[in-house]
């Protein structure tokens, strides 16, 4: 297993650290590392390039007609101002 030193974590981090490892009864070890996979999204089997879950409750919650309508007020976007490449 590597060991590696971080520096500069700040108060804030730090007591979130301890917090943690209180609430759980483990080591600061333990805990910086479980918040580090956590950042990392490598927790409950993520896999590294995971983005998350935060915006799944907006998955599929549009009707047909408000996807009709996105699309058409985001259409303009797909015109290339040429002259703007000059």
Known sequence: MKQ?????LGDDLTSAIR???NRDGTSLNR???KLLRRGAGLEDGQAADT???SLD???GSWSDAEADEIERALKHFE???EAMWE
């Open 57 to 59: 409750h907006l998955i």
């Open 19 to 21: 917090r943690l490892a």
């Open 79 to 81: 015109t290339i101002d």
């Open 4 to 8: 590696l030193t971080v520096r500069g």
């Open 51 to 53: 983005v998350g879950s």
């Open 31 to 33: 805990a910086a590392v």
